[in-house]
């Protein structure tokens, strides 16, 4: 089974308006943390923002927030006032607390190619 | 300059040779990681080392060499190249294990077998 699912392969947004991306992940690790990161067309892998299995609150990173429905096993990412410049691809990650052994990798999401309409 | 850096950033081969690509890191982070890049499979691990002298395989490591003598190298060797390794490979390094812990991550070498 996938550990982290994007289902959405491209999205489309007008600027200023707000989107959502979406993150399903399997786990049965009882501690865990799911990331977000931006890859614009140049290539970089950016970091956005990061959510912990046992945090309480949803995290928010200026325009960006990680809306974690845990029993729902999802982490979606919400972009407020899209800019042109979030035009990108946007992977969902996750790092298992013991599951993935010692190598604490993250598993990466097949990512969403998201485009922001002028 | 302080941070994760590749190279070389491109790098095209011929298949049955022999590529090393280099990853370098100036925050003297414990762990690092080896990616690639395929269109519709998102980032895979290839290998990764704890510190030092300390590999281990990740999730497609066939094909693959690594090594780690110092802290802030960890160059990848592509023994003989097959072209279904033409990918993009990324570097990542990380201060620490825990779940919390961001991975940093270098530009990328874009390499084609032909």
């Known amino acids: 089974a996938q550990k982290i699912t994007q289902t959405q392969p491209g999205m489309f947004v007008q600027e200023k308006e707000a989107v959502t991306l979406d993150c399903t992940y399997d786990?049965?690790?009882?501690?865990?943390?799911l990331f977000w990161y931006k890859q614009p067309s140049s290539g970089e892998m950016i970091f956005l923002i990061y959510?912990?299995?046992?945090?309480?609150q949803n995290a928010t990173e200026g325009r960006y927030s990680l809306n974690f429905q845990k029993a729902r096993k999802s982490a979606n990412l919400v972009i407020s006032a899209s800019q042109l410049g979030d035009s990108a691809m946007y992977f969902c990650?996750?790092?298992?607390?013991?599951?993935?052994?010692?190598?604490?990798?993250?598993?990466f999401g097949s990512g969403t190619q998201l485009t922001v309409l002028p | 300059d302080a941070g994760i850096t590749q190279s070389p950033r491109y790098k095209i081969t011929e298949t049955g040779r022999q590529v090393t690509l280099m990853c370098h890191q100036t925050?003297?982070?414990?762990?690092m990681f080896w990616y690639r890049q395929d269109l519709g499979h998102g980032l895979r691990l290839i290998y990764y080392?704890?510190?030092?002298?300390?590999?281990d395989k990740g999730e497609v490591p066939d094909g693959y060499v690594v090594s780690r003598s110092k802290t802030e190298n960890f160059p990848l060797t592509l023994e003989s190249a097959t072209r279904s390794q033409t990918s993009v490979y990324f570097c990542a390094s990380s201060p620490g294990q825990g779940v919390s812990y961001e991975q940093y991550f270098g530009p990328g070498t874009r390499l084609t077998v032909t």
């Open positions: 990650a996750m790092r298992e607390a013991y599951l993935s052994g010692s190598a604490r990798q993250l598993t």
């Open positions: 080392s704890a510190a030092a002298d300390i590999t």
């Open positions: 786990t049965s690790d009882p501690s865990y943390g």
């Open positions: 925050w003297s982070h414990s762990y």
């Open positions: 959510q912990g299995s046992y945090d309480q």
